[in-house]
Structure formats: structure tokens, C-alpha cells
């Protein structure tokens, strides 16, 4: 698939000046932050630098990312996280990654030749169980359907890459009580997003960049739960429509109704939590 705005690309793509820093908030994160850091190591466009910046885990994620990464340790969410490693980065791009996400071997090489200051990556489900097929039909859905899936409110599809300035710009701009949140709010992409400043036709995408591991259906349905939880944080403000239109899917009925089990795998547990109290 061509990518928007710009040639195809080759190895090597990207000017030598460029470089690249990629983000991972983390908590408790050791069983898949190995793979998310195997994946970064093996990129065709090598990052200049890989920063974690973990939430006092419990686990063994700090040991994990201390032997190939700069690790900063702080109590924060993953939202205030990303903007303390974006801070701390030194690269002219931000990628910002959770722990769960593989990039595929030229991700960041098809990310630079985009020319974008926004890039958003296509997203594949891997895993076993029933979160993974879903999600799986689901994502492969929203590939094909992925230029209208750039809406920052409607759409499916968020950016992850960044020039550096335009995150930092972004996070900062996100009030502290969003920021704050733990582990993060709702539909935190979206909020970058928004605050980017960068429009739709603006975003490059490099399809199928990621492959999400997808977590047990347990641990699944309570992040929805949680998520439902922090949205209620939206309640009277103008991020409120990110609740109730977030994520339409796009395309044919029949595209639709194949991603109608995945959505009500996200929408029950966060309806639950959204009208607690």
C-alpha cells in the first residue's frame, strides 16, 4: 500500500540527520516489554535511543529496562510519562509506544519516509484467546478502511510518531487532571491528537506498523473497566463527544458487523465503569 503524500520507500529512506527516540511508559510490564525492546532492536532505521520511563513496577520491567535502555523512574501515568521521556528525548521524532506494541522491522524507516510531523502506524492483534481473534478481525477491518479512520474524535486511527516539539507541545497542553490520571485516561491518543494541532490529511500512516499483544480476557475486560472509570473525567467538558463517538468503524456493513463482537468486548466493561460511582 502506497503511503499518503510520499514516494514509496527504500532502504535506507530518511535523511542521516533524522533520528528517532522512542518512548515506553511502563507498569508492571515484564512479560511483553523484552519483545517490545527485541522488536526495537531489530528496526532497518535503527533508534537513536530507547527511553522507559517506569512507574515503580512491582515486577522485573525496571531490571529489564535498565540493561539496554535509559530508565527514568517516577510514579506517574502513562500519559504524564510519555510527556517526561518526550522531555528527556534527544531524537527530532518521538515514537511513543506501550509495552504491549511490536513494531515490524521497518516501521521507523516507513514512518520517516512519510515527511510527516505526525505519523500513525496500522495495528494488528497477535496472541492467543479470544481478545486476539476479535481484535484481530477487527484491526484488519479498519487497515482497509484507513483513510477515514484518521478522525481525531470518530476515527479508529491515532498518531504514535511524532516530531518531538509537536508532542511535547501536545502534552503540555493536555490539562493537568487528564494528565495526571493512572494509568492513563480514556482515549489518551485521542487527546494528543487533538492537542497536536495536526490535521487529518496532514498524518502520514504506515499500515500493519504494530502488532498489539493482546492481554488475557480477564485482565482485558478490567483495563475497559478502567477506562470507563477515567472517561468520567470528561463529563461537562468539551472532550466529552471523545466518549460517545470515539472509534466508528468505517467501511461496509459487513466490515461493520464483523468488528460488532470486538466493540462489545471494549463497550460493556466501560459502560460499567463509566456509570460507577
Not at 518526550?86 to 515527511?115: C, F, H, M, N, R
Not at 479470544?130 to 484518521?150: F, Q
Not at 490539562?175 to 494528543?192: F, G, M, Q, W
Not at 506498523?209 to 493482546?214: D, F, P, Q, R, W
Amino acid at each position: 500500500m502506497e503511503l499518503p503524500g510520499s514516494p514509496p520507500s527504500s532502504p535506507g529512506a530518511g535523511s542521516s540527520a533524522e533520528s528517532v527516540s522512542v518512548v515506553i511508559p511502563t507498569k508492571n510490564a515484564g512479560r511483553t516489554l523484552p519483545h517490545c525492546l527485541d522488536a526495537i532492536a531489530r528496526q532497518t532505521f535503527p533508534a537513536r535511543e530507547v527511553i522507559v520511563v517506569d512507574s515503580l513496577s512491582s515486577d522485573d520491567t525496571p531490571q529489564i529496562a535498565a540493561r539496554t535502555t535509559r530508565l527514568i523512574s517516577r510514579r506517574c501515568g502513562m500519559t504524564l510519562g510519555r510527556l517526561l521521556g518526550a522531555k528527556e528525548a534527544v531524537g527530532e521524532y518521538v515514537l511513543s509506544l506501550d509495552a504491549d506494541q511490536l513494531l515490524v522491522p521497518k516501521a521507523i524507516e516507513q514512518a520517516l519516509a512519510t515527511g510527516r510531523p505526525a505519523v500513525a502506524l496500522g495495528e494488528l492483534s497477535v496472541g492467543s484467546g479470544l481478545v486476539a481473534r476479535l481484535n484481530e478481525l477487527d484491526r484488519r477491518g479498519i487497515e482497509v478502511n484507513w483513510k477515514e479512520s484518521l478522525d481525531p474524535v470518530r476515527g479508529s486511527i491515532r498518531p504514535r510518531f511524532f516530531e518531538r516539539q509537536m508532542l511535547i507541545r501536545a502534552l503540555e497542553s493536555i490539562p493537568a487532571a487528564l494528565l495526571a490520571i493512572e494509568p492513563s485516561p480514556y482515549s489518551e491518543d485521542s487527546l494528543i491528537y487533538l492537542h497536536s494541532g495536526v490535521r487529518p490529511d496532514e498524518v502520514g500512516y504506515v499500515p500493519a506498523a504494530l502488532e498489539h499483544v493482546e492481554a488475557p480476557l480477564g485482565a482485558y475486560l478490567r483495563k475497559w473497566r478502567g477506562y470507563g472509570v477515567s472517561a468520567q473525567a470528561y463529563r461537562g467538558t468539551r472532550w466529552e463527544e471523545l466518549v460517545h463517538r470515539r472509534g466508528q468503524r468505517k467501511g461496509s456493513v459487513g466490515t461493520r458487523v464483523i468488528a460488532l463482537p470486538a466493540l462489545l468486548l471494549k463497550a460493556v466493561p466501560f459502560a460499567i465503569g463509566y456509570r460507577s460511582t
